[in-house]
């Protein structure tokens, strides 16, 4: 019923339970729960149970209540719960004591509305504009518990390069991972209660989801479920500026997708408005994959006649004998920072994860007045989605054209190790075919570290040079080492 007292669904069970069909979606804006309490038997003469308490978080009720009834049918007790909000008490619901089923005195109206206002109130903090989305960040795997909060650090710096407020995060340390859900019922049920106290709308998963997981969850939480491949599947989408970038960025969201359409459609809108989506039947969903391997097709024949110019450029490069250096690392790393001192360019550079995606490259002379040409190129990360590794082989391939690499990283960074290890794993793969050519290791923001952080990584790491790419200091024995590495790589 509903918060004037109308009935609007008579449901009929059997002695152990009754199914709760599909119900009105959760109403927008500030006022989270559904505006919906459900009033049930119980044959036994137990009240509110765990069971409805889970009913009342998942389905987001404002109450659930309890009538118990005798042998013979007649009305006993009635009890009822209801949520609360974070920091009241240890649990975040509260189950009211039985009353006579006679003594119906409740105001579950001004309850419910008084608990929206609480809820609102002390999820204001953190909100940068009313339209903006907030998300909750949840990691489930097998790591140690530090290393799924680092995790999650770099996920919370991906979504605020989507602009999304996190709004908290969800940690759960498994030894196996559930195959359907990932959580169990009971972090599930805590994870449901986070975004409603925090009146999050999105929930995203740390790593990437099967599509099946997607659907789960999304039917269990009734929020929109996204992964941590599918954010930097947006970021991509945003910030790529050239035809090629744009192409391959399409590319990849439209192999994303692909095996996900048979997923709930809300979960894919944020991701490519227009294409795709799921229809009434088997029929438009054909239809839906068919459009998809058509477009997937046409723009990889765009990719291959891109390819094909740009290998004509090359070969100009080769006979004009220029070297080049091509400047790899982790996403904001500060590559294009590092080009524009070395070349005395403009590139565009931000604090952003993913700044640059569509390679750039600018002319430079050695102090022998040589010409060199380097060349900046989209950031790594771990685990880089599979799709955009298929998607930009055009742009990897400035890799392969380089003479030598210099692998950019950010020393200040609290996993620089980490991420150092990351970008070398990706190196390493054969397809990448850059294992034979000489690499530079560059601790980059080396002016902004104390002494004790350059002690520990110059004993970790001796062969790295420090440089600051803002300062322009190191860039003399940067030089050198490329001049010598160059020499012998030609």
């Known amino acids: 019923m509903d918060r004037k007292g109308r009935v609007g669904t008579v449901l009929v069970g059997t002695a152990g339970g009754i199914f709760i069909p599909d119900l009105p979606r959760g109403r927008a804006g500030t006022e989270r729960l559904r ?105 489930v795997g097998t790591a140690s518990h530090a290393v799924q909060e680092r995790n999650l650090d770099e996920l919370a710096a991906l979504a605020k390069t989507a602009d999304i407020v996190v709004a908290g995060r969800v940690v759960q340390r498994v030894p196996h991972i559930n195959p359907a859900l990932l959580l169990g019922k009971g972090k599930l049920t805590e994870l449901e209660i986070a975004a409603l106290q925090a009146r999050a709308t999105l929930l995203i998963f740390d790593g990437e989801l099967t599509p099946a997981q997607i659907h789960n969850l999304a039917d269990n939480t009734e929020r929109e479920v996204i992964d941590r491949t599918q954010v930097i599947l947006n970021i991509f989408a945003r910030h790529a500026t050239t035809k090629t970038g744009k192409l391959q960025v399409e590319l990849a969201q439209l192999r994303y997708i692909r095996p996900r359409l048979a997923g709930r459609r809300k979960n894919l809108d944020s991701l490519m408005g227009g294409i795709g989506g799921r229809g009434p039947g088997e029929t438009k969903l054909e239809t839906d994959r068919r459009r998809f391997r058509e477009r997937s097709a046409r723009i990889q024949r765009e990719l291959e006649r891109i390819k094909a110019r740009r290998a004509v450029t090359k070969s100009r490069r080769t006979r004009n004998a220029m070297p080049i250096v091509t400047l790899v690392g982790y996403t904001n790393a500060g590559k294009t920072t590092l080009l524009n001192a070395l070349t005395r360019s403009q590139c565009l550079v931000e604090n952003k ?82 294992q034979a050519k000489p690499i530079l290791l560059l601790l980059n923001k080396w002016d902004t570290l104390p002494a004790t952080k350059k002690a520990e990584l110059a004993d970790t790491l001796p062969r790295a040079l420090p440089v600051s790419a803002k300062t322009g200091a190191g860039f003399r024995p940067l030089l050198q080492e490329m001049e010598r590495l160059l020499a012998i790589s030609r």
């Open 35 to 139: 505006g919906l309490r459900l009033l049930h038997t119980h044959l036994a003469p137990e009240g509110v149970t765990t069971e409805d308490i889970m009913d009342m978080l998942f389905l987001r009720l404002d109450a659930v209540i309890a009538l118990t009834v005798d042998q013979e049918g007649a009305p006993m007790q009635w009890q009822s719960a209801h949520l609360l909000p974070s920091g009241n008490t240890d649990e975040p619901w509260r189950v009211e004591k039985a009353n006579p089923w006679d003594r119906t005195e409740a105001h579950f109206a001004a309850l419910a509305e008084s608990l929206e206002t609480e809820l609102a109130r002390r999820a204001e903090d953190g909100i940068e504009t009313p339209e903006a989305r907030r998300a909750l960040l949840v990691s």
């Open 353 to 434: 994860l993913f700044a640059t995606l569509d390679p750039a490259s600018r002319q430079m002379r050695f102090p022998e007045e040589r010409p060199l040409l380097v060349t900046d190129t989209v950031g790594f990360i771990r685990d880089l989605p599979k799709e955009l590794k298929e998607a930009f082989k055009n742009t990897l391939e400035e890799l392969r054209e380089a003479d030598m690499l210099v692998h950019v990283a950010d020393a200040a960074h609290p996993d620089v190790l980490q991420q150092i290890a990351a970008v070398e794993d990706i190196l390493a793969e054969p397809e990448m075919e850059v």
